[in-house]
């Protein structure tokens, strides 16, 4: 059996640290932790494909790496950290599930997620192999924090975790994607964080709180 090269194994290790990461965001309930550790996996992904970029001969890939430097680590947290102050948000304590079940359901999402990428494992390299579940896996999971949470900020991360995931499988699978098409996707998701921050303010002033569920109540309404 061949041995990996150092650099797949680093890229291993931060994937396996952008899961890790991903479950402790499934597990926390104080937002400002929650806003933390979204930056911590926007760092781990830096050094990942900054590894990628290194190891693939890839140029595109460092701008890439950088762009993911000022937005997920240092742009988005601060509008983050400003809405939630302006906001006086602490804690997010209420939930769909008990944190218990949520982390056990999380479990069988990434069984699936390796499932899932299997038969496409077997026709790529080693570090896509084992890469790909772990991005499906991150995919699903802040896709179950999106669900799991009632409060509108926490969803929202739950969404930025979200892509993250996307553009780990794009960096460790495919070498990315095209600097315009990551550049609008990032504006996208500066822009939208903006809007849903004064969407933010404007359920705060009309059902004074930020759960979701008040939205849900004046629709059967």
Known sequence: MPTMPLSGQYIHLFASVVLLL????????RIRTLIDLFALQGAALVCSTTIVAWTGDQP???YSAALTLLLKVIVLPLILYRLIDRLQLRWD???GLHIPA???????????AFGLAQPVSRLAGHVT???LGIAIAVV??????????????????GFLAMENGLFFAATSTTYGMPMVVELGIALDVLVGVLILGIFFFQI?????SLDLHHLERLREE
């Open 22 to 29: 991903s479950f402790a965001m499934l597990a926390q309930r």
């Open 60 to 62: 595109h890939l460092y």
């Open 93 to 95: 304590t209420e939930t």
């Open 102 to 112: 949520t982390m056990l359901i999380g479990l069988v999402l990434v069984v699936f």
């Open 129 to 131: 192999q084992s890469t």
């Open 140 to 157: 699903m999971l802040a896709f179950l924090m999106m669900i799991t949470r009632r409060k509108a900020v926490t969803q929202v991360i």
């Open 204 to 208: 705060r002033e009309q059902f004074d």
